[in-house]
């Protein structure tokens, strides 16, 4: 049985191939449109989970989507978020599934909040659960509760639109200079540098109880169609008595102050419901999806202070993961029980080593190396000499965070690194924080953590600080990835290889990508990447090139991709590397 499960049409639209009774395949559209969260039809990731899965359009049983679109078009309606070139048909978007993707086969639909839980649940490897789900919104629910046995999952209980815990940090977000839906991780990143000065003011729009009952003052809110990406009124700048930071704008101290307000707000308000969850199940285990558990500061309260004896977040929490929640939901409903455990995210196309010497026929300089051993002994020295290597390795990773596959690697004890990263690589604020990657039988050595990190979603305690600078952030505390020998082989060696060098066995690891763009996929993305940065050198699997080998007319070949705007009707237009190569 083959099921694909699909999110589209809000933001981070991607594909999934569940394939008799397992995860096959998973990507989101924007790492192969090269539009940042991508929010159309995944046509591309389908077309590569058909590919993975070696199956056609007629091979697929079902489609499952992640939502039901006559609920959100009555919650739009009740809103009056519609402007006058929006469809008022509930079809629309199953419309536009169908037809874009050529199916005429069976299309089920799935609540946003279950296919959350679903993302979450159904990946566990849990025999039961209690559920929750923390996001802005879907149809109308905001907060979901509800608990799992077996292949059954219920939510008894939610918080409903316009209350939101996931748009109430979107709105500082968007207050603080930051684009929602992708700029609330750098709120949590200028937390650390203020004190929550602001707290007292935010807390007076909210009135809340221990469980679902939690409500906003509408009257500090503008969610409208009107108000764009703004989402707070005048009410609010008059309330917090501090003016809105423009985008260019150096965050002020004021700014830091607010932003660690509102993320000790979030905390707490998630920590109560927590517990609330926990005296109303009794379960021991809580699985947790939605955006806001990409929050990995509150995943760490919520596993460290929380009353779960153990936590399962996926590693793509957001909707892109509703996809495969949708997918599950349709195989459970179809008789086909829950896809097995997810060890790891791992769920994207790679290329092979042929594959790589092909591609670099053209005129550039590289090395292949016929033994790994031989390759690793190259990228530890370079990087312990202070070099800044780009890491292109195996299937890509499934969800925001780059775990070995698509990373960007350096010394995690060098700070001029991290400098240089942000400032001439990244092009990034200086405030936001790099995280390690370490071997899973070497971070508790280096991390007061007592639970595997798989996927980089919560922070701990860094042990040695000042000899891990560029990995530590000013609260003494990292994100780091506990990296599997048996399902990152790889870059587990790396990392031992490292530590024989060094005396430590973790590298900083930070997504390889540029200011603006997606993870890089493809080889062809990361070459345009290497030469468009100032990375030292890049690993494609087996072959290294390093900057010096680059020829100079190749600059001329990467030129500005104009990547469009990410509306349904606009087309990205490649540079002509896509072409050259």
Same mark, same amino acid.
């Given at each position: 049985?083959?099921?694909?499960?699909?999110?589209? !049409? +809000?933001?981070?639209?991607?594909?999934?191939?569940?394939?008799?009774?397992?995860?096959?395949?998973?990507?989101?559209?924007?790492?192969?449109?090269?539009?940042?969260?991508?929010?159309?039809?995944?046509?591309?990731?389908?077309?590569?989970?058909?590919?993975?899965? $070696?199956?056609?359009?007629?091979?697929?049983?079902?489609?499952?989507?992640?939502?039901?679109?006559?609920?959100?078009?009555?919650?739009?309606?009740?809103? &009056?978020?519609?402007?006058?070139? +929006?469809?008022?048909?509930? =079809?629309?978007?199953?419309?536009?599934?169908?037809?874009?993707?050529?199916?005429?086969?069976?299309?089920?639909?799935?609540?946003?909040?279950?296919?959350?839980?679903?993302?979450?649940?159904?990946?566990?490897?849990?025999?039961?659960?209690?559920?929750?789900?923390?996001?802005?919104?879907?149809?109308?629910?905001?907060?979901?509760?509800?608990?799992?046995?077996?292949?059954?999952?219920?939510?008894?209980?939610?918080?409903?639109?316009?209350?939101?815990?996931?748009?109430?940090?979107?709105?500082?977000?968007?207050?603080?200079?930051?684009?929602?839906?992708?700029?609330?991780?750098?709120?949590?990143?200028?937390?650390?540098?203020?004190?929550?000065?602001?707290? $007292?003011?935010?807390? &007076?729009?909210?009135?809340?109880?221990?469980?679902?009952?939690?409500?906003?003052?509408?009257?500090?809110? #503008?969610?409208?169609?009107?108000?764009?990406?703004?989402?707070?009124?005048?009410?609010?700048?008059?309330?917090?008595?501090?003016?809105? $930071?423009?985008?260019?704008?150096?965050?002020?101290?004021?700014? @830091?102050?607010?932003?660690?307000?509102?993320?000790?707000?979030?905390?707490?308000?998630?920590?109560?419901?927590?517990? *609330?969850?926990?005296?109303?199940?009794?379960?021991?285990?809580?699985?947790?999806?939605?955006?806001? @558990?990409?929050?990995?500061?509150?995943?760490?309260?919520? =596993?460290? %202070?929380?009353?779960?004896?153990?936590? !399962?977040?996926?590693?793509?929490?957001?909707?892109?993961?509703?996809?495969?929640?949708?997918?599950?939901?349709?195989?459970?409903?179809?008789?086909?029980?829950?896809?097995? $455990?997810? %060890?790891?995210?791992?769920?994207?196309?790679?290329?092979?080593?042929?594959?790589?010497?092909?591609?670099?026929?053209?005129?550039? =300089?590289?090395?292949?190396?016929?033994?790994?051993?031989?390759?690793?002994?190259?990228?530890?020295?370079?990087?312990?000499?202070?070099?800044?290597?780009?890491?292109?390795?195996?299937?890509?990773? *499934?969800?925001?965070?780059?775990?070995?596959?698509?990373?960007?690697?350096?010394?995690?004890?060098?700070?001029?690194?991290?400098?240089?990263?942000?400032?001439?690589?990244?092009?990034? %604020? #200086? !405030?936001?924080?790099?995280?390690?990657?370490?071997?899973?039988?070497?971070?508790?050595? *280096?991390?007061?953590?007592?639970?595997?990190?798989?996927?980089?979603?919560?922070?701990?305690?860094?042990? %040695?600080?000042?000899?891990?600078? @560029?990995?530590?952030?000013?609260?003494?505390?990292?994100?780091?990835?506990?990296?599997?020998?048996?399902?990152?082989?790889?870059?587990?060696?790396?990392?031992?290889?490292?530590?024989?060098?060094?005396?430590?066995?973790?590298?900083?690891?930070?997504?390889?990508?540029?200011?603006?763009?997606?993870?890089?996929?493809?080889?062809?993305?990361?070459? =345009?990447?290497?030469?468009?940065?100032?990375?030292?050198?890049?690993?494609?699997?087996?072959?290294?090139?390093?900057?010096?080998?680059?020829?100079?007319? *190749?600059?001329?070949?990467?030129?500005?991709?104009?990547?469009?705007?990410?509306?349904?009707?606009?087309?990205?237009?490649?540079?002509?590397?896509?072409?050259?190569?």
């Amino acid at each position: 049985m083959n099921i694909i499960g699909i999110s589209a !049409f +809000s933001h981070d639209a991607a594909c999934c191939l569940l394939q008799d009774g397992q995860l096959r395949a998973a990507a989101a559209q924007e790492r192969f449109s090269r539009i940042k969260h991508d929010r159309r039809l995944p046509i591309d990731a389908f077309r590569y989970c058909l590919r993975e899965g $070696r199956i056609s359009l007629t091979d697929v049983d079902c489609i499952a989507y992640y939502e039901q679109p006559v609920d959100k078009l009555s919650r739009q309606l009740w809103a &009056r978020q519609l402007d006058r070139s +929006s469809a008022l048909d509930p =079809r629309h978007a199953l419309n536009t599934v169908v037809d874009g993707l050529g199916f005429d086969g069976p299309v089920h639909t799935f609540a946003h909040a279950l296919s959350h839980a679903a993302s979450a649940y159904c990946y566990s490897g849990f025999e039961d659960s209690a559920l929750l789900t923390v996001d802005a919104v879907g149809e109308w629910t905001t907060i979901g509760f509800g608990s799992a046995e077996g292949d059954q999952l219920e939510l008894f209980a939610t918080t409903d639109y316009p209350h939101s815990l996931g748009l109430l940090y979107s709105t500082l977000t968007a207050y603080l200079g930051f684009r929602v839906d992708s700029g609330e991780y750098k709120v949590m990143g200028l937390a650390p540098y203020g004190e929550p000065r602001y707290r $007292r003011l935010l807390e &007076r729009i909210i009135t809340h109880d221990a469980g679902p009952d939690l409500r906003f003052d509408q009257r500090y809110f #503008d969610f409208g169609p009107g108000s764009g990406a703004k989402m707070y009124s005048p009410a609010l700048v008059a309330l917090l008595g501090i003016d809105p $930071r423009d985008p260019d704008q150096t965050p002020t101290q004021e700014h @830091a102050d607010l932003a660690c307000s509102i993320q000790g707000l979030i905390e707490d308000l998630l920590m109560t419901r927590v517990r *609330w969850l926990h005296e109303e199940t009794g379960s021991e285990r809580l699985c947790y999806a939605g955006g806001v @558990a990409l929050n990995c500061v509150a995943n760490a309260r919520i =596993r460290r %202070e929380g009353p779960f004896r153990d936590v !399962f977040v996926p590693p793509a929490p957001g909707d892109d993961g509703a996809a495969l929640g949708a997918a599950a939901l349709a195989q459970m409903a179809l008789g086909g029980g829950r896809p097995g $455990r997810m %060890e790891h995210a791992h769920w994207g196309p790679r290329w092979s080593g042929l594959d790589i010497r092909h591609l670099l026929h053209a005129p550039l =300089r590289s090395h292949t190396f016929d033994e790994e051993g031989d390759l690793l002994e190259e990228v530890a020295r370079r990087l312990a000499g202070g070099e800044i290597i780009g890491w292109f390795h195996g299937a890509m990773e *499934w969800g925001p965070r780059a775990l070995g596959a698509r990373s960007i690697l350096a010394d995690p004890r060098n700070p001029d690194v991290a400098q240089r990263l942000n400032r001439q690589i990244k092009e990034r %604020e #200086d !405030f936001r924080p790099f995280a390690p990657s370490v071997g899973g039988d070497q971070a508790h050595r *280096w991390f007061d953590m007592d639970a595997p990190s798989p996927f980089m979603l919560e922070t701990c305690p860094v042990l %040695e600080p000042e000899t891990l600078e @560029a990995v530590t952030h000013v609260d003494g505390t990292a994100r780091p990835q506990t990296v599997s020998a048996e399902w990152s082989p790889r870059f587990a060696r790396l990392l031992d290889v490292f530590g024989r060098r060094t005396g430590y066995p973790v590298l900083l690891n930070t997504s390889f990508n540029t200011r603006g763009e997606p993870i890089v996929c493809s080889p062809a993305d990361a070459l =345009r990447c290497f030469v468009a940065s100032g990375l030292d050198a890049l690993i494609l699997e087996d072959c290294l090139i390093d900057r010096h080998g680059i020829p100079s007319s *190749w600059p001329d070949l990467f030129a500005h991709v104009d990547v469009g705007s990410g509306k349904d009707d606009d087309q990205p237009r490649r540079s002509n590397l896509y072409a050259f190569v």
